[in-house]
Structures are given as C-alpha cells and as structure tokens.
T-cell receptor, first 115, second 111 residues
C-alpha cells in the first residue's frame, strides 16, 4: 500500500498570504489528522477529519481550517499567515473505524516558511 | 488536560548496548493508547510501538519493548542491541480523544 502523501513538500509564503496544504491518506483510511511541529512548541494537534466531518479540533485560531473530501483526501488552509506559522505540518491517517483508535501513520510533512 | 512528559532531552548509547527512554503522562481517563514514534533527520514520523491501556502485558516489537506502569502513568521504551539506524528523535504520545506528544528525546548512537 502506498503511504500517506503530502503536497507540496516545501513552501515559502509572505506574511498576510494564505496557504493550502494537501494530504492523501493511505487507501482505505477514513481519518486524517493534522499536526504542527515547531522547535518551540513541539508537536501540536490541529484537527481531525473523519468521513468529511471535523471530529476533533486542537487549540488553534480560526485562521487554521481544514476539510476532507469524499475520497478521504484532506486539505488544510491557513489564512493571513504570520511569521509564527512557519513550521512542519504533518498529516496522519488511520482507519479510526467506529471510534476505536487505530494507529496513525504519518506523511513526510510540508515545511512552510513564512517571510 | 492530558500532558506527556519526556524528561530526557538527549540520550546517548553505545552501539549494541541497551538504552531506556522515559515517558510519563497525566490523565484521568482509564481507556487510552500510548505510542512511541521515531523521527529521523528526514522528519518522517515512524511508529515504533503501541500499547493499549487496558492490556497489562507490555508490548514488544523486535528490539523495542515498553515498560507500561498504568498506576504510575509511566511508559518507558527500551531499545536493545542499539543500532546506528536507531539514532533519531523519539516521541512518546498519548491518545484518548486526540493525540498529545511529549517534547521528544534525541537519541545518539555511538559506533
């Protein structure tokens, strides 16, 4: 099976712009979670989507949003970028069937630099 | 809120020897999952081992094993016969409703 893929792998934006990151889960996985990783804050949970519905949300401002499509692919959007949004954004997928946690498998990440 | 603490920012081990990475967590839940993930320089997060809280038996995966002490809320990772490829950041993670990660332990393996 192909693993979790994320595009683009690298991105440079300027303050005030918006960005959209994409994640394709492992085939058959219906849950997609997003994480932000920074040297200062470590790994932080952004949100989880399951069957096109946001199931959980971390403590991030409304500038961070996401969605999931019927094929389970997910996108994450950050509007009005700030310098502090520079980070590695990781996506993880799992089967997460019936509320039972299955192991999350991570993609390679998208490294975002905000100038 | 659930928190995960890894008290060792850095650890070092000689090749072929054994090393233990520590992790403690705070929760009021009785049902949850614990994970160890490895993040090499490529930044790809790789699952090392998983433990369900309802299972008393400690999980093992080849050279990797855990010491799960539910009452003490402790979840340490033991790496036996360390190899150069084990060098990475290791993250302990707790899952109940969402995933919470520790700050990580950077493991260096000396040849």
């Amino acid at each position: 099976k192909a693993g979790v893929t994320q595009t683009p792998r690298y991105l440079i934006k300027t303050r005030g712009q918006q960005v959209t990151l994409s994640c394709s889960p492992i085939s058959g996985h219906r849950s997609v979670s997003w994480y932000q990783q920074t040297p200062g804050q470590g790994l932080q949970f952004l949100f989880e989507y399951f069957s096109e519905t946001q199931r959980n949300k971390g403590n991030f401002p409304g500038r961070f949003s996401g969605r999931q499509f019927s094929n389970s692919r997910s996108e994450m959007n950050v509007s009005t970028l700030e310098l502090g949004d520079s980070a590695l954004y990781l996506c993880a997928s799992s089967s997460r069937a019936g509320g039972i946690q299955e192991t999350q498998y991570f993609g390679p990440g998208t490294r975002l630099l905000v100038l | 809120a659930q928190t995960v603490t890894q008290s060792q920012p850095e650890m070092s081990v000689q090749e072929a020897e054994t090393v233990t990475l520590s992790c403690t967590y705070d929760t009021s839940e009785s049902d949850y999952y614990l994970f160890w993930y490895k993040q090499p320089p490529s930044r790809q997060m790789i699952l090392v081992i998983r433990q369900e809280a309802y299972k008393q038996q400690n999980a093992t995966e080849n050279r990797f094993s855990v010491n799960f002490q539910k009452a003490a809320k402790s979840f340490s990772l033991k790496i036996s016969d360390s190899q150069l490829g084990d060098a990475a950041m290791y993250f302990c993670a707790y899952f109940n409703n969402d995933m919470r990660f520790g700050a990580g332990t950077r493991l260096t393996v000396k040849p």
